[in-house]
């Protein structure tokens, strides 16, 4: 599934690392949704949402699969 | 949020201590329990099997807790290691089990056996985690 979550990343100026602690996972879960290679559950999906005071549509791409 | 990593900087902290001790529990447990086995009475061969046997335990409950307390992914990192590594013991051992029938070779030793599991679980571990950490 394509997402943004880079592009939003970098735009907060957050690390992979800050971005997995505002989000209660590890960095490399962080790299690995970026990459594309992991889809992050429902709760977690909606967490990243409302880090970035965005809906999970905004965020995440599943026209793509 | 310092607290928070500070409390998570002390279980890291704990945790590599117990994966150390645990470790050398399983490196040392075998060797003890070599030398009790090669003893004339049942009682010290069962205390050789249970040395054995518990020494490994420690170490298998760390990684169970490890993948316990990690986050959905690192759980699904472990849950494919360990399928790839439970494919592959099963390969490794129907292999070993033909080249047993056919000649090919002589009876392998379990002791040989059960480390190689051990690599072959260490190996799909390292391999699934560089998979999910390169880019496409």
């Known amino acids: 599934m394509k997402n943004r979550l880079r592009d939003l990343r970098t735009s907060r100026g957050w690390s992979q690392v800050e971005l997995g602690s505002r989000a209660g996972v590890s960095r490399q879960a962080i790299i690995a949704i970026e990459t594309g290679k992991f889809d992050p559950s429902l709760p977690l999906a909606f967490k990243l949402a409302r880090l970035f005071d965005l809906s999970i549509e905004d965020i995440f791409d599943a026209t793509g699969d | ?136």
């Not at chain 2, 335990?57 to 494919?80: C, K, N, Q, S, Y």
């Open chain 2, 1 to 136: 949020m310092s607290t928070n990593i500070s409390q998570q900087f002390r279980t890291n902290v704990r945790v590599f201590y117990a994966w150390v001790g645990s470790t050398i529990l399983l490196g040392v447990g075998p060797v003890v329990a070599s030398r009790l086995i090669d003893r004339e009475t049942t009682a010290w061969r069962a205390a050789g099997v249970v040395v054995g046997v518990g020494a490994t335990l420690p170490w298998m409950a760390l990684m169970a807790t490890i993948i316990r307390r990690g986050d959905e992914f690192v759980r699904r990192m472990h849950l494919i290691a360990i399928a790839i590594a439970a494919a592959a013991s099963l390969l490794l051992l129907v292999i070993l089990d033909w080249l047993q029938r056919a000649w090919f070779i002589e009876s392998v030793d379990l002791v040989v056996i059960w480390p190689a599991c051990l690599v072959l679980w260490l190996v799909a571990l390292i391999g699934t985690k560089r998979y999910y950490e390169r880019e496409r």
